[in-house]
């Protein structure tokens, strides 16, 4: 006999409506699988943190946890989800992302949509997308040996890794290589590297391009750069990009996906290249995904004629 589906449930508490969706969800649910868990994200994140104080044992119960389920059924925006695609994603757990936020483009569900889906996660027929993830890594040169350099960050990141000018805000001046080779300098506000997920977030309110999820490929795309022929591109995934700060600010940042940042200096070199594993999300097949572009963001809209 087939055992249940095995379930662990994420959300923020905090947010409005989360604990309402999911307290109906696990009604819904309990009976027809077998929910092993129900956490805040900010326990997950803890969890998985390697600088968090935790036990042997406390980080093996988390690891275990994820290991033995079968799907990670998230309650929130897009923010959530990525955060939480972020932590389980090494474990190879398909995500559902259940849309109690504003936007979602990751949160494909409704409540009573994934209820309607239900029958496919027990018979295992649920659709499944691969999405391509990248490492960013941040190291500093020795100001005596230039040509050694020590690790001081690393982060997968599911949309994007950008650099910000920060205060006091005034333009920074960036080297790219691709794969050792000089790609530009570039004069701006900063550089958004996105993964095709994340084409449709920072990089597409830059004017970069939207690029299907399912593709491989990297884009790199300017913030206001100081040059009028300066255009996004779109490189092969498995290309190494490094950025090097040749003039930066006080307050000049790196975040992932605007929500793990590190502070970047003149002697710092940003390395991103693919993440070896990939994050695993489960497809709504009432929607394309194309859907949400034009009914979220109005992607493509007729212009609308005054009728005398």
């Not at 994603?89 to 409540?111: C, H, M, R, T």
């Not at 994340?198 to 690029?211: C, D, E, K, W």
């Amino acid at each position: 006999m087939k055992s249940p589906t095995k379930l662990v449930i994420f959300g923020d508490p905090k947010k409005q409506g989360v604990s309402k969706a999911i307290e109906q969800f696990i009604g819904f649910a309990k009976d027809k699988s077998d929910i092993i868990g129900s956490y805040s994200i900010e326990q997950l994140e803890f969890s998985c943190d390697d600088k968090a104080e935790l036990t042997k044992e406390q980080k093996t119960e988390t690891q275990n946890i994820l290991k033995n389920c079968d799907y990670a059924v998230v309650f929130g925006g897009d923010g959530s989800i990525i955060s939480t695609a972020r932590s389980v994603s090494q474990a190879n757990v398909p995500v559902i992302g259940v849309n109690v936020g504003k936007l979602g483009f990751l949160a494909e569900f409704s409540v009573e949509e994934l209820k309607d889906f239900f029958p496919h996660l027990i018979k295992e027929t649920a659709p499944i997308d691969k999405r391509m993830m990248l490492k960013c890594a941040v190291s500093s040169t020795d100001k005596g040996h230039k040509e050694k350099t020590k690790e001081k960050f690393c982060s997968a990141a599911i949309n994007d890794c950008f650099i910000t000018a920060g205060p006091p805000f005034r333009m920074i001046e960036l080297k790219i290589l691709v794969d050792s080779q000089p790609l530009a300098g570039c004069v701006s506000d900063g550089l958004i590297i996105s993964t095709p997920t994340g084409s449709t977030a920072y990089n597409l309110s830059a004017g970069g391009p939207i690029v299907s999820p399912k593709m491989d490929a990297i884009t790199i795309t300017p913030i206001c750069p100081h040059s009028l022929s300066f255009r996004p591109i779109v490189i092969n995934a498995g290309s190494t990009i490094e950025v090097l700060g040749l003039r930066v600010n006080e307050g000049t940042t790196i975040s992932i996906d605007g929500q793990v940042s590190l502070r970047l200096s003149s002697d710092d070199v940003v390395k991103v290249q693919r993440q070896e594993s990939d994050f695993l999300i489960v497809n709504n097949p009432l929607r394309s995904q194309w859907d949400t572009l034009a009914t979220k963001l109005s992607w493509a809209e007729k212009p609308k004629y005054k009728r005398n």
